[in-house]
Every structure is written in structure tokens, then in C-alpha cells.
């Protein structure tokens, strides 16, 4: 199983930017998504979090300016990212609790619960 994040890059203060991050593999089901973000020299936290029904929550310091959401068919979960700041510089991470198949012969099952961790992608916000 692999998470694949995209969609980072650099952009003005007042722009918008949407990573996306895709699960492949072998895959069962996800539960919960989400993004998170390391600054230079800072710890890495909680951007915004999805669960697999679609309930959200965020950080303090996103609320009203970024949206998380998640396409199940696709296994993707998406962060739009708008009135960005330039304290909003970071690596972005993306992360998922995943099933994966098991063989349980004479077919597959969820396998326990699997913490995963995508690639980070830069985002930087200029002044």
C-alpha cells in the first residue's frame, strides 16, 4: 500500500492551492484521512482530519480558509487550500488508516487497521 500526495508549490499570500493524495495497493478500506504539516524547525501537526463517513475537523489556524474532503471510489482525500499565509509554509503530509486485503480463502478480508504515511509535498506561501 502507498499514499501518493501531489498538488504543492509555491503561490502569493491570498492564493489557493489543493493537494491530493491517492491510495493504491492493496487496498480493503480506509477509515480515517488526513493531512498534516511540518514547518522548518517546528513538530509536525494536525492540518484537518476526514473519516470514512465524512465528518471533519481542523486546526484553529485553517478553520474557514481550508476543506478537506475524500472521494471513497478513488481512494483519494483532497485539502483545498484557499486565503493562504505565509505561516502556512510547510511540508504537508498526507495520512490514512488502511485495511489492507487479506486471503482468507476461498476470498479476501479487512486485515487489521495499518497507519500510512505519504511522501511530503512543499507548500510555500510568499509575502
Known amino acids: 500500500v502507498q499514499l501518493q500526495a501531489s498538488g504543492g508549490g509555491l503561490v502569493r499570500a491570498g492564493g489557493s492551492l489543493r493537494l491530493s493524495c491517492a491510495a493504491s495497493g492493496n487496498v480493503f478500506s480506509i477509515n480515517d484521512m488526513g493531512w498534516y504539516r511540518q514547518a522548518p524547525g517546528g513538530q509536525r501537526e494536525l492540518v484537518a482530519g476526514?473519516?470514512?463517513?465524512?465528518?471533519?475537523n481542523y486546526a484553529e489556524s485553517v478553520k474557514g480558509r481550508f476543506t478537506i474532503s475524500r472521494d471513497n471510489a478513488k481512494k483519494t482525500v483532497y485539502l483545498l487550500m484557499n486565503s493562504l499565509k505565509p505561516e502556512d509554509t510547510a511540508v504537508y503530509y498526507c495520512n490514512a488508516v488502511i485495511h489492507e486485503k487479506q486471503w482468507r480463502g476461498p476470498g479476501y478480508e479487512s486485515g487489521p487497521p495499518l497507519d500510512y504515511w505519504g511522501e511530503g509535498t512543499q507548500v510555500t506561501v510568499s509575502s
Open positions: 476526514i473519516t470514512s463517513s465524512g465528518s471533519t
